[in-house]
């Protein structure tokens, strides 16, 4: 028998983070975690990165720690590229010392979103605000420093957890406003692939159990507009409440986002037999879950 893998998870506390916990840490014949949260590891200072990863042999990397403010990036660039460029830069080079797989995970917001079919692996990135170029410089410089590295892109992300950088997630704003009785507004033309972190950590799960690397999208199949998207939270949680469909022109923020964003994986199938489901089907596990 095999000894298990020994696995770092940097952002151990985040949206994503928590369900790669809760999904790894039970299946010790296959995995040795050690989660690790900012307080354990802070990715902007290379010493502590060292400090921390080189010290034990670890296998995986999984760098899941991101600053993922969208807005709040446009004025907080250096922040933005601290953390997602810089500290994905220096656990890369720790991942190197240690001949680890890198694990990054990184977003649809590297793509420009100008054009009406999903992003495959292969298409050319182009993003069109500093958190998405922030992201993938992360990309790069993984790319570059490590010997092997695997990039996960996932959007529109929602979990138990919520994501600790927003206070929740989409999903929980949309139903905590409704059940208030507050007038909902969402875009109905900006499109992306929404995302289930627990679906996400048992993908992860397949891919390293394949030895998966290179750059593979990881969201949930099918895409949808925000409208849509809040409009199917609403139905599944049995609130009957409505939802104004309004033009992004509506909406200004700080970012410019995508218009379409939508991922789809060329790559998944050649890899393992793992499947994400849709994003409705995703949807619906977390409703009952929540």
């Known amino acids: 028998m095999s000894q298990p893998l020994k696995v770092a ?60 403010r969208v807005d709040d990036c446009e004025q907080e660039v250096d922040t933005a590229f601290n953390v997602n460029a810089i500290g994905a830069l220096n656990v890369a080079r720790a991942c190197r010392d240690i001949n680890a797989l890198c694990v990054y995970i990184s977003t649809d917001y590297v793509f420009r979103g ?8 292969s298409d050319m990135p182009n993003p069109i605000n500093i958190y998405g170029t922030s992201k993938l410089t992360g990309e790069y410089l993984v790319q570059q420093t490590t010997t092997r590295s695997l990039i996960l892109r996932i959007s529109s992300v929602f979990g138990k957890a919520g994501a600790s950088g927003k206070g929740g ?47 593979i999208h990881g969201a949930n199949s099918g895409s949808c507009s925000w409208h849509e998207f809040a409009s199917a939270a609403l139905s599944l949680a049995n609130i009957q409440h ?18 379409n964003s939508a991922l789809i994986s ?12 849709s994003w409705q089907e995703a949807l619906a596990a977390y409703i009952q879950a929540r």
């Open 114 to 121: 100008d054009r009406p079919s999903p992003y495959t692996e």
């Open 169 to 215: 997630n989409f999903v929980e704003t949309m139903i905590k406003k409704a059940k208030a009785g507050d007038p909902l507004k969402v875009v109905n033309d900006i499109f992306m692939s929404p995302t289930y972190t627990y679906d996400v950590a048992r993908l992860l799960d397949a891919l390293l159990q394949a030895g998966a690397t290179g750059i």
């Open 9 to 68: 998870l940097i952002g151990a506390n985040g949206q994503l983070g928590s369900d790669i916990v809760s999904h790894f840490l039970p299946q010790c014949d296959r995995y040795q975690l050690t989660a690790l949260t900012r307080a354990d590891i802070d990715i902007r200072q290379a010493d502590i990165v060292d400090q921390v990863l080189t010290t034990q042999k670890f296998d995986v990397v999984i760098n899941s720690a991101a600053y993922v």
């Open 242 to 259: 409505p939802i104004a469909a309004i033009p992004a022109s509506d909406f200004p923020t700080k970012a410019t986002r995508p218009m």
């Open 266 to 277: 060329n790559q998944l199938p050649k890899i393992t037999d793992f499947q994400m489901r």
